[in-house]
């Protein structure tokens, strides 16, 4: 919690809490009246792709995080 209050008040738009191990993303948000909603939590194949909530343009293949860690 300590690095996620800090996120939210430097207005860090979006973050990830990536756990290889059970190939998970956990993504944090920024809302309109600048704090953190409820986070996302998502169990994907690594040959799938996330995308961005921020940056709607950028995809990333989840088997270059999740490969890395292999």
């Known amino acids: ?3 996620r209050n800090k996120y ?3 207005g860090v738009q979006e973050y990830w809490i990536v756990t290889p191990e ?3 993303i956990v993504s944090y948000v920024l ?3 600048g704090h ?3 986070p996302d939590v998502l169990v994907l194949g690594e040959d799938e792709n996330i995308q961005l909530k921020v940056f709607e343009e950028l995809a990333i293949e989840l088997k270059e995080i999740f490969v890395a860690w292999g």
Do not use: L, S
């Open 36 to 38: 953190y909603d409820m």
């Open 31 to 33: 809302n309109e009246q």
């Open 22 to 24: 059970t190939e998970t």
């Open 8 to 10: 939210e008040k430097a």
């Open 1 to 3: 919690m300590v690095k």
